[in-house]
């Protein structure tokens, strides 16, 4: 056994006293003691390496009861909200199991009392949602039913059973004479894309749904819903969030619903225990909000003055109930399918809508069909010189990444990001495979804004139990939890928690305190607004953990009867 380590870089060695495991490793013949005292060094360095060490460290002794509670409370779900899937036959039992695909576990993850624990959990900042796709798909179609300048069009007349599921719908407010000529989606001789008053619609609304009946307005409002969302079934179809996306954006784009939505949205963030966020709304320069009416227009400046009037109001009112929310900021986001002149003007309109404060910029849309971000390189580095003439700091925050493949252009993005010093990346589900890029991040310290009900719904994993985040964080590489596209996933923040929760025994406690705290320091927030924020958190988070050990010291005594596996 030696006492020092060396290592040899080409022509240089270094030596440097070694570590405990790394003279345990040395051993070649153990005895059984000294096989035992080896395994802990190693199992003790790997522990102190972890993401969460520091937290776990300085834990209080309120937070170790309160991580011990969570992990038997993990296993009591396990035992009694799911099943095995066969029997000691082999024979199926209709249960679920824990972490089986989130869309079919929804109903089963909203019962237990894990999910209960993950909604009080004070969850920092949300940094990666898309404006268009925060609230529950009703909502927005709730909006729309007393709204004379709603129109409403489909791809196939709605005749049939057939065309009911196969038409693609969408909606826009406009004038009457925008609309015409009008035409009704329930006659054969519908002409493809011709609009009809939704008013009208839902009076004619009338569809035999198996053994439903659905008719009227909330006929119209359940069978609308249930095209928006993603079924099990259509996992890994790209294609719905677009069919999604297609049907949001008219429901979106007028006044009262966009207030009404943003201060929805604020407040379900507040619901979610959420303390700050960053939206990314879809801006282009031919973006425009109308007027209830459908006969005036709100450019991106207009838009902008709305979020921020909605956000001082609602902001305002939760102070007043005694409630808090310390703020939220706006990620101007572009299609990556843009031409590189659209984009040019984008960055210009960026000045005109954001000057005012921090905030940052994204290309937004499926990697694999836009443009890479190499294709932009002179005017995002244009864009960064312009910046820091007027001494403004305005961050890229890219979505990159979102691919199983390596050496792909959605994977060369990353290289990109990095140059184009990114100060987060959007999904970055490839960075695990590229250690050197790994590295990168934590020294440039690019947080990663991971989505894992995104990626699982997308089929970038089969399950939550193969999704890359244990990877990255076993890595030390800076994440966030995000829930990106919560509407289509019938998804929340706290889903997201949750699956990371159940998706890798090794995440703890301590380690959703670590991706909370994260969260905080890689937010656009100044130095001001950051302190306050975590001030708020901190006390939160020690709220948390005290209610924890309240309420759930139950499972301290339980006894499990099933093993893991
Ligand atoms: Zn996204």
């Given at each position: 056994?030696?006492?020092?380590?060396?290592?040899?870089?080409?022509?240089?060695?270094?030596?440097?006293?070694?570590?405990?495991?790394?003279?345990?490793?040395?051993?070649?013949?153990?005895?059984?003691?000294?096989?035992?005292?080896?395994?802990?060094?190693?199992?003790?360095?790997?522990r102190?390496?972890a993401?969460d060490?520091?937290?776990?460290?300085?834990?209080?002794?309120?937070?170790?009861?309160?991580a011990?509670?969570l992990s038997r409370?993990r296993n009591?779900?396990r035992?009694?909200?799911?099943?095995?899937?066969?029997?000691?036959?082999?024979?199926?039992?209709?249960?679920?199991?824990q972490g089986?695909?989130?869309?079919?576990?929804?109903?089963?993850?909203?019962?237990?009392?894990l999910?209960?624990?993950?909604?009080?959990?004070?969850?920092?900042?949300?940094?990666?949602?898309?404006?268009?796709?925060?609230?529950?798909?009703?909502?927005?179609?709730?909006?729309?039913?007393?709204?004379?300048?709603?129109?409403?069009?489909?791809?196939?007349?709605?005749?049939?059973?057939?065309?009911?599921?196969?038409?693609?719908?969408?909606?826009?407010?406009?004038?009457?004479?925008?609309?015409?000529?009008?035409?009704?989606?329930?006659?054969?001789?519908?002409?493809?894309?011709?609009?009809?008053?939704?008013?009208?619609?839902?009076?004619?609304?009338?569809?035999?749904?198996?053994?439903?009946?659905?008719?009227?307005?909330?006929?119209?409002?359940?069978?609308?819903?249930?095209?928006?969302?993603?079924?099990?079934?259509?996992?890994?179809?790209?294609?719905?969030?677009?069919?999604?996306?297609?049907?949001?954006?008219?429901?979106?784009?007028?006044?009262?619903?966009?207030?009404?939505?943003?201060?929805?949205?604020?407040?379900?963030?507040?619901?979610?225990?959420?303390?700050?966020?960053?939206?990314?709304?879809?801006?282009?320069?031919?973006?425009?909000?109308?007027?209830?009416?459908?006969?005036?227009?709100?450019?991106?400046?207009?838009?902008?003055?709305?979020?921020?009037?909605?956000?001082?109001?609602?902001?305002?009112?939760?102070?007043?109930?005694?409630?808090?929310?310390?703020?939220?900021?706006?990620?101007?986001?572009?299609?990556?399918?843009?031409?590189?002149?659209?984009?040019?003007?984008?960055?210009?309109?960026?000045?005109?809508?954001?000057?005012?404060?921090?905030?940052?910029?994204?290309?937004?849309?499926?990697?694999?069909?836009?443009?890479?971000?190499?294709?932009?390189?002179?005017?995002?580095?244009?864009?960064?010189?312009?910046?820091?003439?007027?001494?403004?700091?305005?961050?890229?925050?890219?979505?990159?990444?979102?691919?199983?493949?390596?050496?792909?252009?959605?994977?060369?993005?990353?290289?990109?990001?990095?140059?184009?010093?990114?100060?987060?990346?959007?999904?970055?589900?490839?960075?695990?495979?590229?250690?050197?890029?790994?590295?990168?991040?934590?020294?440039?310290?690019?947080?990663?804004?991971?989505?894992?009900?995104?990626?699982?719904?997308?089929?970038?994993?089969?399950?939550i139990a193969?999704h890359?985040l244990p990877?990255?964080l076993a890595?030390?590489?800076?994440?966030?939890?995000?829930?990106?596209?919560?509407?289509?996933?019938?998804?929340?923040?706290?889903?997201?928690?949750?699956q990371t929760m159940i998706g890798s025994e090794s995440m703890s406690l301590y380690g959703?305190?670590?991706?909370?705290?994260?969260?905080?320091?890689?937010?656009?927030?100044?130095?001001?607004?950051?302190?306050?924020?975590?001030?708020?958190?901190?006390?939160?988070?020690?709220?948390?953990?005290?209610?924890?050990?309240?309420?759930?010291?139950?499972?301290?005594?339980?006894?499990?009867?099933?093993?893991r596996h």
């Amino acid at each position: 056994m030696t006492d020092t380590f060396t290592v040899q870089y080409f022509n240089n060695s270094i030596t440097r006293p070694a570590e405990p495991w790394r003279l345990a490793i040395a051993e070649k013949e153990y005895s059984p003691d000294e096989y035992t005292k080896a395994l802990e060094h190693i199992q003790l360095a790997e522990r102190e390496r972890a993401f969460d060490a520091t937290v776990e460290t300085s834990a209080t002794e309120v937070e170790r009861r309160a991580a011990e509670i969570l992990s038997r409370i993990r296993n009591h779900d396990r035992e009694q909200v799911y099943g095995k899937a066969l029997d000691t036959n082999g024979q199926p039992t209709g249960k679920r199991t824990q972490g089986e695909h989130f869309l079919g576990n929804l109903d089963l993850i909203d019962q237990t009392d894990l999910m209960n624990i993950t909604k009080r959990m004070p969850k920092g900042a949300h940094l990666h949602i898309h404006f268009n796709s925060c609230l529950p798909a009703k909502f927005l179609i709730q909006q729309a039913r007393n709204i004379d300048a709603m129109y409403i069009r489909s791809t196939l007349p709605l005749t049939s059973t057939k065309n009911l599921a196969a038409s693609r719908i969408s909606f826009m407010v406009m004038t009457e004479q925008e609309a015409a000529p009008l035409a009704d989606l329930w006659t054969n001789n519908y002409p493809s894309n011709g609009w009809m008053p939704y008013m009208e619609f839902q009076q004619k609304f009338k569809v035999e749904d198996g053994d439903r009946s659905l008719h009227g307005t909330a006929g119209a409002e359940t069978w609308l819903e249930q095209k928006i969302l993603f079924s099990e079934e259509e996992t890994y179809a790209v294609s719905q969030t677009s069919r999604g996306t297609q049907m949001m954006k008219g429901l979106f784009a007028y006044e009262s619903a966009f207030r009404n939505y943003t201060r929805a949205c604020i407040e379900d963030f507040v619901k979610d225990n959420i303390q700050y966020a960053e939206i990314r709304p879809n801006f282009m320069s031919t973006n425009s909000l109308k007027t209830n009416d459908g006969k005036g227009s709100i450019r991106n400046e207009g838009i902008m003055e709305i979020i921020n009037q909605e956000l001082r109001n609602t902001m305002l009112e939760i102070e007043g109930q005694k409630g808090y929310f310390g703020g939220m900021k706006v990620i101007y986001c572009t299609p990556r399918i843009f031409k590189k002149e659209q984009i040019e003007v984008a960055l210009d309109d960026y000045y005109v809508a954001f000057v005012d404060d921090e905030k940052g910029f994204d290309l937004v849309g499926e990697e694999e069909m836009g443009n890479e971000l190499r294709h932009f390189v002179p005017e995002f580095l244009a864009f960064q010189r312009k910046c820091k003439e007027q001494k403004l700091e305005i961050p890229f925050l890219f979505h990159c990444g979102e691919t199983l493949q390596v050496g792909d252009k959605t994977d060369g993005n990353l290289f990109d990001a990095i140059l184009l010093n990114a100060k987060r990346i959007g999904h970055g589900y490839a960075v695990a495979r590229h250690p050197l890029l790994m590295q990168i991040f934590k020294e440039k310290n690019i947080a990663i804004e991971s989505c894992p009900i995104s990626n699982e719904v997308l089929g970038l994993t089969p399950t939550i139990a193969a999704h890359n985040l244990p990877i990255l964080l076993a890595n030390d590489v800076p994440c966030t939890i995000n829930s990106d596209n919560a509407t289509f996933y019938r998804s929340s923040l706290s889903h997201d928690f949750y699956q990371t929760m159940i998706g890798s025994e090794s995440m703890s406690l301590y380690g959703w305190k670590q991706l909370a705290i994260w969260s905080l320091e890689h937010s656009c927030m100044d130095d001001k607004e950051r302190e306050n924020v975590i001030a708020e958190w901190t006390r939160r988070w020690e709220d948390f953990c005290q209610w924890i050990v309240e309420d759930y010291a139950w499972v301290e005594s339980w006894e499990p009867k099933l093993t893991r596996h």
